[in-house]
C-alpha cells in the first residue's frame, strides 16, 4: 500500500508531511502552498478524520480491549496508538482551497 500526501488543488505541488502535521498540532492552521501561496483549509471530515486516527482508537483500547491487569501498561499502549495514529493521518486527511 501505498501512501500519497495531498496536493495543492492550483498547482499540483506536494504538501510535505511535516507542513500537514504541524498543521493540526496547532489549532487546524491552514495550509499555504510553498509553490502558488494558495490557502488550503482542513475541512471538517479531515478534522474528523485526526480524531479517527488519534483520540478514538486510544479510548477504544483504553476503555474495551485492554489486555494487562496493570494501568500503566494499558496506558502506554494507548499512548503508543495515539502516536502511531497521529504520524498516519497527514496521508488521509483532507483539505479544501480557501477563496
Known amino acids: ?5 495531498k496536493k495543492c488543488e492550483d498547482c499540483n505541488e506536494q504538501f510535505s508531511w511535516n507542513k500537514i502535521f504541524k498543521s493540526f498540532w496547532w489549532t487546524y492552521k491552514p495550509i499555504e502552498c510553498d509553490k502558488c501561496g494558495t490557502t488550503h483549509n482542513i475541512t471538517s471530515l ?14 477504544i483500547f483504553a476503555n474495551y480491549l485492554s489486555p494487562f491487569s496493570n494501568i500503566l501498561v494499558n496506558a502506554g499502549l494507548g499512548i503508543l496508538i495515539l502516536i502511531i495514529g497521529s504520524l498516519l493521518f497527514p496521508f488521509f486527511v483532507k483539505f479544501k482551497k480557501t477563496l
Open 1 to 5: 500500500m501505498v501512501f500519497i500526501l
Open 46 to 59: 479531515g478534522r474528523f478524520i485526526f480524531a479517527a486516527f488519534t483520540i478514538l482508537p486510544a479510548l
